[in-house]
């Protein structure tokens, strides 16, 4: 058995693996008798099979010495089976189970729950699952021409999604051409009109700059690295996992409101397996995915509805979205060091129940986005389509995407 190297806490000599494990392991119960006793005879026939006794390992057959030897071989298996079990027990416990919705009141609920009702009313259904959509991250970058001054920009990016039911079709692309799938696609720039300025004040300055797109703005070193940025849903390494569902998986979540919340919160918490300090901060977050990108049915962005109305700090705000429409959103407002106080808005069709944009907007920055005005949306998603279909996902798939020849998968 190997063992454990290293400093030793304490001055205490090397341990070996069985112990390290059980130290690190919560108290597990004893396996149980019959356990033992049925791991013990199927060794013990495993054992007698190899010496030619057949299929019983007679006990006069071995010599009492050898016996001690096997007893002592059985014993450290059954040891590291119960270990193992029980490593593998604690890191799979679900931490999270279904639970009453918190019963919230005032306009922020009543907005969500109306939206429920709404999307009830206009249940869809279809073979694929199409959504298009913008998404953009706002930036502050130094003038190409007139140095010593700046200006804030928003890199955009559109992105398609075509997923079917069945599996037989699950394509992603971005506007530059680049499927997310790694299928062979040749990268194709299909338009440079990827930048625009952040606000009304930004646009004089972008424009003496010459309108400059993202390649202009990378060969003139004023976007650092060589690769062009790709806007993201929010900032990275936040509190939880990204639920980042498979089209099999998303499939099977249930549309039980309580039973979701709680297979939504063990999904989040699988790697490193603790409770979050603000689950309703994670679901206002990460949940309204579930209305746009994955391939749920309707029943359950029903369900996705009742959940956020029962989250605690969701307020309704009157706000501009990312494409310049004012209405009414639903907010929430997250305080980190890197990125200061942001408000997290949702945009939402009264009438239907779509989602139909997103934004984060900077109330106060933090050390990451420090030379952002506050009121900029420093991260927003335009939600242009997001509907089931019974359309040919040819007909759906962007013209370029068609006519671009593809080369073989590169699989190294």
Known sequence: MDIVNGPVPG????????????????????????????ARRRLEREAAAK??????????????????????????????????????????????????????SGPASDFLLAAADAKARHITDGR?????????????????????TAYQIVVTR????????????????????????????DPHRVKSDDVRPAGPRDRAAWERDGRPDQQDLVFAEKIKGDELVIPRRGPEGREGGELDFGPEEARALPADPEELRAELLNYATRFDHRRLRNPDLYLFVHAPQLLIDDPVSDRVRIATYRILAALKGVRVVTATDPA????????????TREHGVIEWQLFIDPATGRLTASQGIVISPGTANAALRPGTAEFSEIVEQAEWT???????????????PRQAPNRD
């Open 51 to 104: 010496r030619g006794f057949g299929s019983r390992l007679r006990p006069d057959a071995v010599r009492p010495g050898r016996r001690r030897i096997v007893m002592a071989v059985l014993g450290a298996a059954t040891a590291v089976s119960v270990a193992a079990g029980g490593y593998h027990a604690w890191v799979t416990r679900p931490l999270y189970h279904p639970e009453p919705l918190a019963a919230q």
């Open 11 to 38: 001055g205490r000599a090397p341990v070996d693996e069985l112990t390290a494990v059980q130290e690190f392991l919560a108290e597990e119960r004893p396996a149980a008798a019959s356990t033992v006793t049925e």
């Open 324 to 335: 310049g429409r004012t209405g009414r959103a639903v907010a929430m407002r997250e305080t």
């Open 128 to 148: 694929i699952w199409y959504v298009r959509k913008v998404r953009g991250l706002a930036m502050t970058i130094s003038s190409i021409k007139k140095p010593g």
């Open 390 to 404: 019974d359309k040919p996902a040819d007909q759906l798939r962007p013209k370029w995407w068609n006519d671009t």
């Open 158 to 185: 559109n992105d398609y999604s075509v997923v079917s039911k069945d599996g037989k079709v699950d394509d992603g692309w971005n506007e530059e051409g680049q499927n997310d799938l790694d299928d062979g696609l």
